[in-house]
C-alpha cells in the first residue's frame, strides 16, 4: 500500500481544478491499494485556487520556520501547506505506509522540484527550483520513501 498524490489518479484537485492523470500510476493502481491524498486541499485550500511557490527556499525550509508560501496574488498559504503535509503524515502513519508515489515540481508533492516564488515588480511570479515541496519534506524527513510519478 502506497500514498498517491490525488491528481495523478484522476482527481481534480490541481490549483486550476484539473488532475494530472497518469498512465503509469493507473496501471500500478489494477496491482496495488494506493490511496490517494492532495495535501492543499487537506490543508484547508479551495479548489480552484491560487498558484503557489515557496518564497526564498524549500520545503524543508518552511517545515523549520524559515520560509514561508505564497501563493499569485500575495497571500501566505504557509500555514494550509504545513497543516495538509501534517494531515497527510497522519494518514500515512495510520496506515503504516512506507512510500509514496507524488507529483513532481509541485509545491507540496514535488520531490527534487519543486516552485518558487518570486516578488518582483510588484507581482509574485513562480518559477522551478531544485528542493522538495513542503509534505514531500516531511514525509522524508519521516523516513517515507517518495517515488515521482516520473520515476515509475
Ligand atoms: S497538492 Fe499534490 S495532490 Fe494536490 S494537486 Fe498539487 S500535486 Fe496534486
Avoid: W
Wanted: glycine share 10%; proline share 4%.
Amino acid at each position: 500500500m502506497k500514498l498517491v498524490s490525488a491528481c495523478l489518479i484522476g482527481i481534480n484537485c490541481r490549483y486550476d481544478g484539473e488532475n494530472r492523470l497518469n498512465d503509469k500510476v493507473m496501471k500500478l493502481l489494477k496491482h496495488e491499494e494506493l490511496i490517494p491524498v492532495c495535501p492543499e486541499q487537506l490543508g484547508g485550500l479551495p479548489t480552484p485556487r491560487e498558484p503557489s511557490g515557496i518564497l526564498n527556499g524549500s520545503g524543508e525550509d518552511v517545515i523549520d520556520g524559515k520560509s514561508k508560501v505564497y501563493n499569485a496574488i500575495g497571500q501566505d498559504v504557509t500555514q494550509n501547506f504545513t497543516k495538509g503535509a501534517h494531515e497527510v503524515l497522519k494518514i500515512a502513519r495510520l496506515y503504516g505506509i512506507k512510500d509514496a508515489i507524488l507529483k513532481q515540481r509541485s509545491p507540496s508533492c514535488g520531490c527534487g522540484e519543486t516552485q518558487q516564488m518570486r516578488y518582483e515588480n510588484g507581482k509574485y511570479t513562480s518559477s522551478l527550483v531544485k528542493g522538495d515541496g513542503v509534505t514531500a519534506a516531511l514525509l522524508k524527513r519521516n523516513n517515507i520513501r517518495i517515488i515521482t510519478e516520473e520515476d515509475l
